[in-house]
C-alpha cells in the first residue's frame, strides 16, 4: 500500500471509529451531546479550552473522544479535577469535585463506547474570551515589551507599571496571565505608591529589574498572585482590593528557565468594583524561612506561625493560599483561639506543586483577639519522592529557587471594625458637544466613569478635578447610536453606581 493510501485509510478509519462509536451504545447510555459535555461545563472547561493550562480541550465531542479511557480512569481515581483540601476540614466556595453520579456517568458513557448521541442534546457552548476567563477586564496591565528568559538559575523578575491615576481605584478581581506557562514558576503583585520601583526598571537595560525574594522596595501591599493551578474569581460583594491614586504596580514574576531560550510578557486583567466597597482587603502571611531538610528524611516537619491578633483586631478570614515547592508532600493551616478551640483553615496531604491557589472559604472564618495562626507542613526529601530534583537528595534549606523549599501560607482578610464610607452619585443632566458626552451632577469621585446600558466607557475624565462633571471623547456613540434612548449611569470609583437618566442622542 502507498503511503498516501495509507494515511487516507488511517484516516478514514479514525473517522469511522469516531462517528461509529454510538452503535454500541444503549439507549439509556449516557451520551457526550446529552449528559457528559454537561458535567464537563461544569466541572473540567475552564482549564480544558484551548490557550489554558490543561494539555488537551474537553470542548467538543471530537476534543473529548481519544481522551476517554484515561478521563474515566482519572475520575474514578478522584484525581481529576484536581482539589487538594482533605474533606472534613473547611468549606470552601467553588469546590472542583465530582459528585459520585457524575463519575458514574462518565465511566458508563466510556463503557458504552464513548457515544455522542444527538447533537440537538447539545446545551449552548460555553466561552473564553482572550484568555481572560472572567471575561474582558476593564484594565490590562502589562511590560513595555517581552523578557528574555535565558538558560540557567531561576530568575525573579519585577517588571513596575503605572495605573490609573485618575483616582483610587477598588479592584473586585485581579487575573493574571503568563506570557508563557512553561518558564513561569508564581506571579505576586504588589504595589508602589511612591514611584521608588519605576526607578529601579529605568537603571535596568530589560524589561524589568532582577529582585529575589521581596520586590526591592518596601510594598503597601500585595493585590494577587498567581501559581500553577490558580483559578481567578470576583471577590465577595462589599469588599475589594484598593489601588490608591496614581500608585504603580510591580508584577514580581518567577521564572524557571528550561535549556532553550524563551519570552514571555505576563499581564494582570483588573476587574473594577460594581457594587459598594465596605471593606479592603488585606492579607496575612505565615513564612518560616530557618530551617533544613534533612538528605534522605522522607517526613520532616517545618512550622510557620503569626503573633497573636491584637486587641481592636477582630478579623474574618477570606481564603487561605499554602505554598511549597517540590518536596512538600503535606501542609495544613489553623487558628488557635484564646479559649482553646481549634479552626482547621485548610488541609493538604497529597500537595502538588502543579496545583495552588487561594481557597475561598464557603463563610468568612471568625478571627478574634487573642487568636494564633499556625501552619504545619512535611516534606519528603528521599529518592522515592518522584518530584525530588537532587539525585542523589542532598539537604534542601529555605531559597527562592525551584528546587529550594518554602514553608508560606497567606490568608486573606477584613477587619470586623471597618465601614468604608461610600460615595452618592447622583446625575443631573446628560448633553452631547462637539463628539463630546457630558454628564452632570454631583458626588463623582475623582476618575468616576460614565455607563451606557451598563457598559463602562475607557474614555471618561473629571472635568478640572470637579465632582460635578464628567465627560467621555466619542467611545460612547458607538453605545448610542442616533435616535436610541439609552440609561446613563455614574460609576465612581468605590463601586457605587448613580440612578440611572434616559439620554436619546
Known sequence: MKKTSAVLFLTALFAAVLSGAGSRAAADD??????????????????HHPGDVAPFSLMTYRDARPWARSIQEKVVLKQMPPWKPVAGCSEFQGERILADDEISTISRWVDAGSPEGDPADLPPPLTFTDGWPLGPPDAVLQPEGDYTVRPGN??????????????????SAVEIKPGDRNVVHHVIIFLDPTGVSKALDDADAEPGYTSFGGPGFDAAGIIGGWAPG????????GTAWKIPSGARVVIQVHYH??????????????????????????????????????????????TAGFPAIPPGYNAHALAVAPHMHLLGREISVSAAAPNGTSTCLVNINDWSFQWQGFYYF????????????????????TSNNPRNPNSPPKAVRWGEQTTDEMCVA????????????????AINGVSA??????????????????????????????????????????????????????????????????TAMSFTR
Open 30 to 47: 449516557p451520551t457526550f451531546n446529552n449528559q457528559v459535555v454537561r458535567i464537563f461545563q461544569r466541572n473540567c472547561q475552564t482549564c
Open 154 to 171: 531561576d530568575i525573579y523578575r519585577c517588571f513596575s507599571i503605572p495605573t490609573d491615576g485618575r483616582g483610587d481605584r477598588y479592584i
Open 230 to 237: 490558580s483559578r481567578s474569581r470576583f471577590e465577595n460583594d
Open 257 to 302: 528557565p528550561r535549556d532553550i531560550i524563551e519570552t514571555d510578557r505576563t499581564q494582570i486583567g483588573l476587574y473594577y468594583a460594581r457594587q459598594p466597597v465596605r471593606k479592603e482587603i488585606g492579607v496575612l502571611p505565615l513564612i518560616n524561612e530557618n530551617f533544613t531538610i534533612p538528605a534522605g528524611d522522607p517526613h520532616y516537619r517545618v
Open 362 to 381: 464557603k463563610e468568612p472564618v471568625p478571627l478574634t483577639a487573642g487568636t494564633r495562626l499556625s501552619a504545619v507542613a512535611y516534606y519528603d526529601n
Open 410 to 425: 497567606f490568608i486573606t482578610y477584613t477587619l470586623d471594625a471597618e465601614n468604608l464610607d461610600v460615595s452618592s452619585p
Open 433 to 498: 458637544d462637539g463628539g463630546q458626552l457630558t454628564v452632570t451632577g454631583r458626588g463623582f469621585l475623582k476618575g468616576a466613569d460614565i455607563e451606557i446600558d451598563g457598559h463602562r466607557l475607557t474614555d471618561c475624565r473629571n472635568v478640572k478635578k470637579s465632582n460635578k462633571r464628567i465627560t467621555s471623547g466619542d467611545a460612547w456613540q458607538a453605545l448610542a447610536p442616533a435616535g436610541k434612548q439609552v440609561s446613563v449611569t455614574v460609576l465612581n470609583t468605590d463601586g457605587v453606581r448613580s
